[in-house]
């Protein structure tokens, strides 16, 4: 079974940074698009960056300057490196990946969730 496994949310006074991680496990052939979504209370899910296999990043314009996506193909692992936090920020902060796994049918796979939240 293919799973996303997330790890680094927390409390973090305004100014400060955060790195999320987030490992694919599992029976896995490659990784396409990963990503990190945010959902924030009474707000619907959106995009914050994403990152192809070869490196290519997009990036919410709330967060450019500010955030930034990366992965380890050999890790199958994607990471967010947050700095400059702003209250604005806090929310449930969700990994995405679109994953080829060895039956060949391409999974899109959503981690649990992990929440960040920025004082003010």
């Known amino acids: 079974q293919v799973q996303l496994v997330e790890s680094g949310g927390g409390l973090v006074p305004a100014g400060g940074s955060l790195r999320l991680s987030c490992a694919a496990t599992?029976?896995?052939?490659?990784?396409?698009?990963m990503g990190w979504y945010r959902q924030a209370a009474g707000e619907q899910r959106e995009l914050v960056a994403a990152?192809?296999?070869?490196?290519?990043?997009d990036y919410a314009d709330s967060v450019k300057g500010r955030f930034t996506i990366s992965r380890d193909n050999a890790k199958n692992t994607v990471y967010l490196q947050m700095n400059s936090l702003k209250p604005e920020d806090t929310a449930v902060y969700y990994c995405?990946?679109?994953?080829?796994?060895?039956?060949?049918?391409?999974?899109?796979?959503w981690g649990q969730g992990t929440l960040v939240t920025v004082s003010s």
């Open positions: 995405n990946a679109l994953i080829v796994p060895v039956t060949l049918r391409t999974l899109e796979v």
């Open positions: 599992g029976s896995i052939v490659s990784i396409n698009v």
């Open positions: 990152i192809s296999r070869i490196d290519s990043t």
